[in-house]
């Protein structure tokens, strides 16, 4: 067998059988024909002729020539005419029933005055009447249909063909055309289908192929009927329509990213309930009781509700001998014992640190906190917070600044740098900043620094502890390069699907 004929055979078992019935139907001396007969011969709708038709286009099995024809139609005044009778024709109309003068006609009600003038000119252009002393007659003529009525009355619904219309009909279709609204003329494309060269050649093949199962269904499997079956083959590189599994939130694989990162670095996840007393969300933390964070401005309180403090006695001792002590001020047990929504994480590894009390720790949690603030385009009322801490006895802010820059590194952020600021529980206190490439500026990202001796040692902590935490939102801006955190929680499926499992 030929290479020809080998490509020929494997061409014809990869058609689907759509293609199959409409290269059967074309006519085999390459005569062309609309999509409409097409559709008739070969039994299919003509919405899968059509798609049948671009396929084989695309392969170069079939011609595809277009062929116009001018149609002519009846606009608002034609259908008027068609229905009641051109102008002159109601004129005679009148003239017969008695009505003479123009001002008789016009009271009849069988013209408007705007179509007396046209009425009388066409009535005696076709010898219909005449003028005697001021007054219009009907002349035996007047019976006798115009071009013009015969021509309209040929017109129907669908329009008329005007390709091959006679040097008379012509004529009348160009006086038609002197009166607004009367015809419409459109010009009609249409293709005609014919079987191209390579096409033949596919023919013969596709008359002797038998007929093929092209699904592989249950029935056939339980039967056991597949191994008698013989299968046609399929086109592996056809267009295939697309498919929406559904998957994760890329904001949660964001937050997994970063618990791999963290348990890669030596930590351990801890987590902590959502509602917090304000002693460990605020005051173990050294945070002062008239401190404006502490204002339902900027949090969330669970209204009239208050909680024993989950501390021993020693630890709330402490806690107030340090406040009164630092901010000069009297502790409030009942302002401690009031309920908030959280508004970091860090009371979570606090707690944590306050009741293990290791020598040596790595720990770090994820979760939503709460801040009671007007949403922005990088501020939200509630978001995912990463917060991590480390103890060891000579753990230093270089310590620190060195597990920043592995963490960030490990999320693909390589421009890191540190600045001083002020944070009420840390000393010294540094916020991080990243290079956005596509702001093209610096962002700030997490907060840290060192719990002060304030915060360690009424909870019995002995060694220095390294804090640092910040919202998820925020480095999910930065590896989606988005402008505003709100898009995260937009819901766009266009955005969702878009975004990749692997960010490179």
Same mark, same amino acid.
């Given at each position: 067998?030929?290479?020809?004929s ?5 061409n ?8 199959k ?5 074309l ?6 024909i ?15 002729t059509?798609?049948?038709?671009e ?20 606009g608002?005044?034609g259908?008027?005419?068609a ?5 002159e ?8 029933e008695g ?6 006609v ?12 046209a ?10 009447i005449?003028?005697t ?18 021509f309209l009355?040929r ?7 005007s390709t ?25 494309k ?5 079987i ?11 008359e ?13 499997i339980?039967?056991g009927k597949w ?20 998957r ?8 997994e ?9 030596g ?11 304000g002693?460990?969300?605020?005051d173990?933390?050294f945070?002062?009781?008239?401190h404006?964070a502490r ?9 009239g509700q ?5 501390a ?6 402490k806690?107030?001998e340090?406040?009164k ?35 040596v ?5 994820v ?10 385009y ?5 978001? $995912?917070q @990463? ?6 006895p =000579? /753990?230093? #802010? &270089?310590?620190?600044m060195g597990? !920043?820059?592995e ?25 991080s ?18 719990f002060?001796?304030?915060v ?9 502890v390294l804090?640092?935490?910040g919202?998820?939102?925020?480095i999910?801006?930065f590896?989606?390069?988005? $402008?505003? @955190? ?6 766009? =499926? /266009?955005? #969702? &699907?878009?975004?990749?499992?692997? !960010?490179?």
């Amino acid at each position: 067998m030929s290479n020809e004929s080998r490509n020929n055979n494997s061409n014809a078992a990869t058609l689907h059988p759509i293609e199959k019935s409409l290269l059967k139907a074309l006519p085999s001396d390459g005569t062309s024909i609309t999509v409409d007969r097409l559709a008739e011969r070969a039994s299919l709708s003509i919405d899968q002729t059509r798609r049948g038709i671009e396929w084989l286009k695309f392969k170069n099995l079939v011609s595809v020539s277009e062929t116009s024809t001018s149609t002519i139609s009846l606009g608002p005044l034609g259908h008027k005419a068609a229905r009641s009778g051109l102008p002159e024709r109601r004129l005679v109309k009148a003239i017969k029933e008695g009505n003479s003068t123009m001002a008789e006609v016009l009271a009849s009600g069988m013209l408007d005055n705007d179509e007396i003038n046209a009425a009388i000119s066409g009535a005696r252009r076709n010898h219909w009447i005449q003028l005697t002393e001021g007054k219009m007659v009907a002349t035996p003529l007047a019976d006798v249909q115009s071009p013009e009525e015969i021509f309209l009355s040929r017109i129907t619904d669908i329009g008329l063909d005007s390709t091959n219309l006679s040097v008379e009909n012509k004529k009348v279709i160009e006086n038609l055309k002197k009166r607004p609204e009367y015809l419409v003329m459109k010009e009609v494309k249409y293709p005609q289908i014919s079987i191209s060269e390579i096409g033949k050649m596919i023919l013969p093949m596709i008359e002797r192929e038998k007929s093929k199962e092209r699904k592989l269904t249950s029935e056939l499997i339980t039967s056991g009927k597949w191994k008698e079956v013989e299968f046609s083959a399929l086109d592996v590189e056809a267009p295939a329509p697309a498919v929406y599994p559904g998957r994760r939130h890329p904001l949660v694989d964001i937050i997994e990213e970063v618990k791999e990162i963290f348990v890669g670095l030596g930590f351990s996840e801890i987590d902590g309930p959502v509602v917090q007393s304000g002693f460990w969300n605020f005051d173990a933390l050294f945070t002062p009781q008239d401190h404006p964070a502490r204002e339902m401005q900027d949090t969330f309180y669970i209204s009239g509700q208050r909680q024993q403090i989950p501390a021993t006695s020693e630890q709330k001792r402490k806690v107030a001998e340090v406040h009164k002590k630092g901010w000069s001020t009297k502790w409030n047990i009942k302002e401690a014992e009031s309920m908030v929504l959280r508004t970091h994480t860090t009371p979570v590894t606090l707690r944590h640190l306050a009741m293990i009390k290791p020598e040596v720790g790595r720990y770090f949690s994820v979760g939503r906190v709460f801040r009671n603030e007007k949403v922005s385009y990088k501020h939200l009322v509630e978001f $995912h917070q @990463v917060e991590g801490v480390a103890t060891a006895p =000579l /753990a230093s #802010l &270089r310590d620190l600044m060195g597990l !920043q820059k592995e963490f960030y590194a490990k999320m693909g952020i390589k421009k890191v740098k540190f600045w001083p600021t002020f944070f009420p529980y840390t000393e010294p206190s540094l916020q991080s900043m990243v290079y956005n490439e596509k702001l093209e500026k610096w962002v700030e990202l997490f907060g840290m620094g060192i719990f002060r001796p304030e915060v360690t040692e009424p909870l019995g902590i002995k060694n220095r502890v390294l804090a640092w935490g910040g919202g998820l939102e925020r480095i999910a801006m930065f590896r989606f390069r988005l $402008h505003d @955190v709100r898009e995260l929680y937009g819901n766009r =499926l /266009a955005w #969702l &699907r878009s975004v990749p499992r692997c !960010q490179l």
